[in-house]
């Protein structure tokens, strides 16, 4: 098995099926996408149970979309009689094991995050954060998990600015509708503003925040 020679230590299930309403210490997350893979952020995505060799391990660079599309095809190789895949991420000294996954995953970047406490104590802004998102096909959002966390983060409880000329969520499709996504858009500064102050003026001025 790929971590047989891992220390359980330094392994982390995720189950991104999980219930994430159980945030005890109440963080909210306020995040801007990177449109590209950080080049200090080399990561590996094992498929262990991919039926070609060659493609059980790969590595973070390149282009990100290029990035998005391998990973969800090598999931989709992965598959076995219909169940659902396994993929093991490494970041630091850490393997993350994911399950549950039903739709499309993306391992991206967050330019800025700024986590935010229950009153608003203490405040973390952190760069080039890793995140595993996943959407269900449709630009619906499923699960979000940040690296360095034990479990997925309730989507409640994050606040998400997408890049507008760069679709990092390439994945997606349905030939069955035609879906028109409405996206409140907001300028460059402005979202460097909401994930970099303190205190944190909503840019999205009529646009009720997900969380308070």
Request: glycine share 4%; proline share 6%; charged share 25%.
């Amino acid at each position: 098995m790929v971590l047989d020679c891992v220390g359980s230590d330094s392994i982390i299930n995720v189950n991104l099926e999980s219930d994430a309403n159980s945030n005890p210490f109440k963080h909210k997350y306020i995040v801007k996408y990177n449109t590209m893979i950080p080049p200090n952020c080399i990561m590996a995505v094992i498929f262990p149970l991919h039926p070609d060799s060659g493609k059980r391990i790969l590595w973070t660079v390149g282009d990100l979309s290029a990035l998005s599309r391998e990973i969800n095809d090598r999931i989709k190789e992965s598959n076995r009689d219909g169940g659902k895949s396994q993929i093991i991420i490494t970041s630091g000294d850490k393997f993350y094991r994911f399950t549950g996954n039903s739709g499309t995953l993306y391992l991206i970047w967050a330019e800025r995050i700024n986590q935010i406490t229950v009153n608003n104590q203490e405040r973390l802004i952190a760069e080039d954060i890793p995140l595993l998102v996943e959407l269900d096909r449709k630009w619906k959002y499923r699960s979000f998990f940040v690296f360095g966390n034990k479990e997925v983060t309730s989507l409640a409880d994050v606040q998400q600015f997408e890049p507008i000329q760069y679709p990092i969520f390439c994945c997606e499709t349905d030939p069955r509708e035609e879906l028109v996504r409405r996206v409140h858009t907001v300028s460059n500064s402005q979202a460097d503003q909401a994930t970099s102050e303190l205190v944190v003026v909503n840019p999205l001025n009529q646009v009720k925040p997900p969380f308070e």
